[in-house]
């Protein structure tokens, strides 16, 4: 296992880098992570919230859950593991951020090469019409309606069951397919198809890190594992 001095000279040197990130790297920031305690709403399991059959099923009472973690969200600002990977994006001509988040917090922090996989929380898109646009602000009504043509309007993000975008799809399978360096932080691992990024950059030699204060199913494939918070192992790493 590498320390934490011979992982960092793996980041420096590389030439291709791709960060991968789940919730963990927001909690910091007082963003709830989806698996902790502090992810459950009304004793829900996320799981069967974030499904187009539930949404068909009680539209408001998805919303309600979106509406509650957008009012969470907004009063967080990024901590030092988003900044950590915004300043490595400029050092490295081969990047991208690859994050399960949706909380858009990559973005205050300065992410630019990003792709957003499961979408980002400020998107409405109306599940008739497909308009889509950002509101950052609460909606007086549940479920929100579409202005053009009377629709239900859904969160823009990706549920269980549906289909990554294409193009962050690709993206996400393009770097993982040239990347020296994978660092995996902040993510339980168990959700595909992120939960084997880890393994496609491994199996062609990629080096992998592991940033988690708790083991993955992918801890075992990577090359070094620091067991910490990444607000705080991340700027060591990637400074
Ligand atoms: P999870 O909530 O499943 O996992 C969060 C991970 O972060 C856990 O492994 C924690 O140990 C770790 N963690 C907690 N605090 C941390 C800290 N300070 N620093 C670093 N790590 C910390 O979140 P995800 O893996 O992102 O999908 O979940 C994947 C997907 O499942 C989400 O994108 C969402 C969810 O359901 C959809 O909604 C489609």
Same mark, same amino acid.
């Given at each position: 296992m590498g320390t934490l001095e011979v992982a960092r000279g793996w980041v420096r040197s590389s030439r291709s880098l791709c960060v991968l990130t789940g919730a963990g790297v927001s909690a910091e920031s007082g963003v709830p992570t989806?698996? @902790?305690?502090?992810? %459950?709403w009304k004793q829900r399991d996320p799981m069967s919230l974030a499904t187009p059959e539930a949404f068909a099923e009680d539209p408001k009472e998805v919303w309600e859950w979106y509406q509650w973690r957008r009012r969470k969200i907004r009063g967080c600002a990024p901590n030092p593991g988003h900044a950590a990977i915004a300043a490595v994006e400029a050092a490295k001509s081969d990047f991208l951020l690859v994050t399960q988040?949706?909380?858009?917090l990559h973005r205050v922090a @300065?992410?630019?090469? %990003?792709?957003?996989i499961h979408g980002n929380i400020w998107i409405v898109r109306c599940a008739t019409c497909g308009a889509e646009r950002e509101e950052f602000g609460d909606f007086p009504e549940l479920p929100p309606r579409c202005g053009a043509c009377g629709g239900i309007l859904r969160p823009g993000v990706v549920w269980f069951g549906e289909r990554l975008p294409a193009d962050v799809s690709d993206a996400a399978m393009g770097i993982l397919s040239r990347c020296e360096v994978l660092v995996v932080a902040g993510?339980?691992?168990?959700?595909a198809p992120a939960s084997g990024y880890a393994a496609v950059a491994k199996r062609r030699g990629a080096r992998v890190i592991e940033v988690n204060p708790d083991e993955t199913p992918v801890s075992g494939i990577c090359d070094a594992a620091f067991r910490g918070k990444s607000g705080e192992v991340l700027p060591a790493l990637l400074g």
């Open positions: 989806f698996r @902790g305690p502090e992810g %459950l988040n949706v909380d858009g @300065g992410s630019r090469r %990003l792709a957003e993510t339980s691992a168990v959700v």
